[in-house]
């Protein structure tokens, strides 16, 4: 996934929940920006009650009819403590849990034009979400604390990656795994892999053969041997840069992005 709008501003809040605001506004609302709080509460003497609400989050998308040819991608990187997202008044998924990120395809909910996105959220303290329903000594507030983006993605993407490898003698042997996401049939790809060095130049370059399986799915590379990288440690975390991309007949479907480091961790009897 990559080139994705960071999708925060012109939100409108309600400090409750209708029905009708999934298909229409009202008139008391906050224009409000993410990363945004149910209510803002003092510095100390507060109940965790005062955040415990059902509130709703409104924006629009204007969608074009070209991103109607690829796939429309909300992911939200927490909202605390469970949200239901709307779409044109239908229901596109849930979420639970606050700390987590969630990702949701609404392509076959949104027209050409504009859309209406509501999430409707729960901020209670509720059982059947960790870490409640146990003695905790901290607050978690409530509503769309992190950020939100929006993506606009081929039929096939790259939904994150693992940048795994073996350190053999001075040389790293490169095994990256990759989390694909295909809402097409089977088809087969290139994966094109190119490691970059911390100036940007490029350390080691190669392509492998995949074949991405409807759904979900993930793929371990064959490996690639990369010699004598620079180590990384404590005293000098030095990172590289990992580049994916897929490719199809020649065209560019995804790009995704990762830094990683070589290091070893091993447990002596000196520590």
Same mark, same amino acid.
């Given at each position: ?95 639970? =849990? ?44 409530? =509503? ?126 000196? =520590?």
């Amino acid at each position: 996934m990559d080139k994705p709008v960071l999708w925060n501003l012109n939100w409108k809040f309600y400090d409750y929940f209708e029905e009708n605001l999934l298909t229409e506004d009202s008139d008391r609302c906050s224009d409000v920006n993410l990363p945004h709080t149910v209510k803002e509460l003092p510095l100390s003497y507060f109940s965790h009650q005062e955040t415990a609400m059902i509130s709703t989050y409104v924006k629009l998308l204007s969608v074009t009819s070209r991103m109607l040819e690829n796939r429309i991608i909300l992911v939200f990187d927490g909202v605390m403590t469970y949200f239901e997202l709307f779409v044109n008044g239908q229901r596109a998924g849930e979420h639970k =849990g606050g700390y987590s990120k969630s990702m949701f395809d609404i392509t076959g909910l949104c027209k050409e034009g504009p859309n209406r996105i509501v999430l409707r959220v729960d901020s209670h303290e509720r059982e059947d979400i960790p870490p409640f329903g146990y003695a905790i000594d901290y607050m978690t507030y409530g =509503g769309v604390y992190r950020d939100v983006w929006l993506y606009c993605c081929s039929q096939v993407f790259v939904e994150r990656a693992l940048i795994r490898y073996d350190l053999e003698s001075k040389n790293a042997i490169l095994k990256p795994e990759l989390f694909l996401d295909n809402s097409g049939p089977e088809c087969s790809l290139t994966a094109d892999i190119c490691l970059k060095d911390k100036e940007g130049a490029i350390v080691a370059s190669y392509k492998r053969c995949i074949q991405a399986t409807p759904g979900k799915s993930s793929i371990i590379l064959e490996p690639q041997c990369v010699p004598s990288p620079i180590l990384w440690d404590p005293d000098t975390p030095y990172l590289y840069t990992v580049d994916i991309t897929l490719e199809s007949g020649g065209r560019v479907l995804d790009r995704h992005h990762v830094r990683t480091g070589f290091r070893t961790v091993a447990c002596t009897p000196e =520590g």
